[in-house]
């Protein structure tokens, strides 16, 4: 049984380009989400989705930043005219359902030059 | 709000040494408490939670115990080995709160030397 897969592991983006980060949940599970980690920092939640819809996005920055979780495919957190303050970990994790275990990807290393 | 604080790190200890990361929490409800390990390059891995007070968390030698009047969740293990060390996460989260998001303390860095 695979684990959560985030892909890509490691992306370098130039400022005012745009980062895609994926994230393919767990088999089974219909819950993801989104973490991010600063330098010298813990994780900080950034949004919840289900399939389909967007739970809790109270985390998100109100500018530039979105994510979604599609009936098919995974989840996608798409950062536009990415600057260097967005270089980060970016975590996800998926659960079976409300309140269950969380489980981490390995994460995406986002590096804006 | 909601937070939690543990111990800075780094920690470096000898093999078989005893390990305590002290960890503190704030929290507006009656939070689940969890400790999690990153290994390097890897993703977050759970290693023992605790859902009410008094409740003692155990796995891999690791114990913690959801202490409510201090407010606290210690990880303790008797005698560390070198494949301990890591990144150990502190967190915490709000049951019933709609979002069941995890809310993480900064981080502790284990070394352990042979």
């Known amino acids: 049984n695979a684990g959560v897969m985030q892909n890509p592991r490691h992306l370098v983006r130039r400022r005012g380009q745009e980062a895609r980060l994926r994230c393919s949940p767990m088999k089974g599970h219909s819950h993801v989400y989104w973490y991010r980690q600063l330098p010298e920092e813990g994780l900080k939640f950034m949004v919840y989705?289900?399939?389909?819809?967007?739970?809790?996005e109270s985390g998100m920055p109100k500018e530039r930043f979105s994510a979604e979780f599609p009936k098919e495919g995974p989840s996608i957190l798409r950062i536009q005219q990415v600057v260097r303050g967005d270089s980060a970990a970016y975590f996800c994790a998926s659960a079976q359902g409300e309140g269950y275990e969380q489980y981490f990807g390995p994460g995406t290393r986002l590096t804006v030059t | 709000g909601n937070s939690v604080t543990q111990m800075e790190g780094p920690v470096t200890l000898s093999e078989e040494a005893f390990l305590t990361i002290n960890c503190t929490y704030t929290?507006?409800?009656?939070?689940?408490l969890f400790w999690y390990v990153q290994y390097p390059g890897e993703g977050l891995q759970l290693l023992l939670k605790?859902?009410?007070?008094?409740d003692k968390g155990s796995n891999k030698g690791f114990e913690a115990t959801y202490r409510k009047e201090t407010t606290s969740f210690h990880l303790e293990k008797g005698s560390v080995q070198v494949s301990d060390s890591a990144v150990y996460f502190c967190?915490?989260?709000?049951?019933?709160?709609?979002?069941?998001?995890?809310?993480f303390g900064k981080g502790t860095k284990l070394s352990v030397i042979p």
């Open positions: 989705l289900q399939k389909e819809n967007i739970i809790d």
């Open positions: 967190a915490l989260q709000l049951t019933g709160a709609g979002s069941y998001q995890l809310t």
């Open positions: 605790a859902t009410k007070a008094d």
């Open positions: 929290a507006t409800g009656y939070p689940s």
